[in-house]
């Protein structure tokens, strides 16, 4: 019997793309105790504050908040925002860490979603973006939606 290959968005991390230009993504498995799946099953997440860090050659994700489990036993963890550690190949996460040593790089989460049963972290290497490069980024935002209305308005008029 085959797997099924869901990809069901958790949560999405939307002040990424407005505070980094992000120029690579990386796939990552994540640690989970207790009942810290079914919460993330229910969509009780939240990553807007959330960042990865290296220690010790591994990769963790601080301040991830995932909301404790109401119907949960005694082996829930009690702190829902503690370091939970990234699943990665060494090699990437050697890549990751010298990339993320030049000037202005992080590491920072981007979506939680489930992969054939398994909860994922996308994770994107981002340079921080300066305040007009943010005003930029939203003029273009702006000016595309302005192209996208008025060719939907020409449609209109043609039928």
């Known amino acids: 019997m085959a797997k099924k290959s869901e990809n069901k968005q958790l949560a999405q991390n939307k002040k990424a793309s407005h505070d980094y230009f992000i120029e690579e993504t990386y796939e990552a498995g994540m640690v989970l105790m207790g009942t810290e799946i079914k919460s993330l099953r ?4 939240n990553i807007s504050d959330a960042f990865a860090t290296i220690r010790n050659g591994e990769l963790f994700i601080n301040n ?3 909301s404790p489990f109401e119907q949960g036993n005694r082996s829930n ?3 829902p925002t503690r370091a939970r550690k990234l699943l990665m190949h060494k090699s990437q996460i050697h890549k990751l860490l010298g990339q993320s ?3 202005g790089y992080t590491i920072v989460p981007l979506k939680i979603y489930i992969r054939n049963g398994y909860a994922k972290l996308l994770i994107g290497l981002g340079k921080g973006k300066k ?3 943010k005003r930029e980024s ?3 935002k702006d000016a595309q939606r302005d192209i996208q209305r008025a060719l939907k308005e020409r449609q209109k008029v043609a039928r």
Request: aromatic share 6%.
């Open 64 to 66: 991830l908040h995932i």
């Open 42 to 45: 229910m969509g009780r997440a």
């Open 77 to 79: 963890p009690t702190d």
């Open 131 to 133: 305040q007009y490069d």
């Open 138 to 140: 939203a003029a273009k």
């Open 101 to 103: 040593k030049q000037e």
